[in-house]
């Protein structure tokens, strides 16, 4: 398996208080994906790094922001969290050998609850 | 737009039958497209791409260019086999972004 790690694994809080999640990843790939996890949606594209400092939206970003100052790690914060965003989170990472897309591999998930 | 459809929320069948899961995209180059597999709980794990043309546990996909399908299929499920699999199709933008379908549920009965 990709050395990737989510954490924390399990987290349970209130509406409106703040929310970090972290990926970190062993790889030293160049992208970093945060996605969630909802039935009926599958999975939906937050936010997305392509190098240090170099972030884009994905398809659901309002309400989250995103930072990577290294390579490994990629950070997913919820300013406010609120209980539509209660879901389950997955990091993903991959690489380009420059001829061809490299698979995303996946961390474990973060089941976030918020109440 | 590109997008990746999957019809089937569902799909339940008996061990030992064939199954196919199905999986439409929207794109009109070559796509690059994979399977991913996530069972009870776990990680997504990388399935098969179409361009390695391998078979994993059993499962192949072919990519029809002319139908813009890229399903995937068994001869003979198992009960292990029992997943959520979903299809995904790079983003040919200069995103390097995956695009999910939103997933079938494969549940093979003894």
């Known amino acids: ?115 | 737009a590109q997008r990746v459809t999957q019809p089937e929320k569902l799909l339940s069948v008996f061990k030992g039958a064939p199954v196919e899961l199905k999986c439409n995209y929207s794109y009109s180059g070559s796509p690059e497209l994979f399977w991913y597999v996530q069972y009870s709980r776990q990680r997504l794990q990388l399935l098969l791409r179409h361009i390695s043309r391998e078979s994993i546990k059993g499962f192949t996909a072919d990519l029809n260019k002319g139908e813009t399908s890229f399903h995937l299929k068994k001869p003979f499920a198992q009960e292990e086999d029992s997943a959520m699999y979903y299809c995904a199709l790079w983003s040919m933008d200069s995103s390097y972004k995956l695009i999910f379908g939103s997933g079938t549920r494969l549940l093979v009965r003894p």
């Not at chain 1, 190098?51 to 490994?72: L, P």
């Not at chain 1, 969290?81 to 690489?95: G, K, L, N, W």
């Not at chain 1, 050998?97 to 109440?115: C, E």
């Open chain 1, 1 to 115: 398996d990709a050395g990737i790690t989510q954490s924390p694994r399990h987290k349970v809080t209130e509406t409106g208080t703040p929310v970090t999640l972290r990926c970190h990843q062993t790889e030293n790939h160049r992208y970093m994906y945060w996605y969630r996890q909802d039935p009926g949606h599958g999975l939906r594209l937050i936010h997305y790094s392509y190098g240090v400092k170099d972030t884009d939206k994905g398809e659901v970003s309002d309400g989250y922001s995103v930072s990577r100052s290294k390579t490994e790690d990629f950070l997913l914060t919820l300013e406010s969290a609120t209980s539509s965003q209660t879901s389950v989170y997955f990091c993903a990472i991959s690489e380009t050998d420059g001829f061809s897309n490299q698979p995303q591999h996946f961390g474990d998930g973060t089941r976030l609850s918020i109440l």
